[in-house]
């Protein structure tokens, strides 16, 4: 089921700084930051050689990653997004192993403009996974 | 400096539980599990088409990851790995950004039988980097 790991979601609390540090400090290649604000975040991609990792910032009032930074304020790693060929037959088959899927159980478009799902991470040892189609 | 995403490491209180996990409810391609006593770890690859994910155990007394499995007793993200061409060039330049690394300061023969060095998660927003020489 799983395919690529499609990116590594870090939450932090100054995307300016944490954007300046991959960029100047690790010398790694980043994106211009964009806001997001149907998701609630504001976004950049690191460009890694096989992967990227996404720094995000909650934008708004309602921020998927609000609560994540009241718990961890410097930031810390979210979660992990694999690929997969077909996201309702993923969900299926996690639904019939018992797996539980965040929210209504319906896909949604997320930030690549793809259905995405996330699986509770109380299911799969403390990760956040979330499920991108491609 | 950061080339490919080498792995990212998962801390699990149960290594066979959560092996079965992503072989079974995941559908990952999964190694045998080995005991690295030397690293105070015993590791599960879990083989994705582009990086791995590496489960991990606590083996003996001192394992580095004691301490995160207790805040985190269910497990979690722990670290991600990335190489490097020149571990003691990356040292070097990391340095003297005022970015701390850990430990002595002197690379050590990590998991995988090559260079390693950790980053200060506090220098990069609460997430721990690991430098592998490749």
Chains 1, 2 share one sequence.
Do not use: W
Not at 40 to 48: A, Q, S
Not at 112 to 119: A, M
């Amino acid at each position: 089921m799983l395919g690529r790991v499609n990116h590594i979601a870090i939450a932090v609390p100054d995307l300016t700084a944490a954007t300046a540090s991959y960029r100047d400090t690790l010398g790694a290649k980043v994106s211009q930051a964009q806001a997001l604000p149907e998701h609630g975040v504001t976004v950049v991609f690191v460009e890694l050689e096989n992967t990227k990792v996404e720094l995000l910032e909650p934008l708004g009032e309602n921020s998927p990653i609000a609560a994540f930074l009241e718990k961890a304020p410097s930031g810390g790693m979210h979660h992990i997004c694999y690929d997969v060929a077909d996201i309702l037959a993923a969900r299926d088959q996690l639904s019939a192993s018992g797996a539980r899927v965040l929210g209504s159980g319906e896909p949604k478009i997320g930030a690549h403009g793809k259905p995405v799902l996330f699986l509770h991470p109380k299911d799969f040892f403390g990760t956040l996974i979330e499920l991108e189609q491609v």
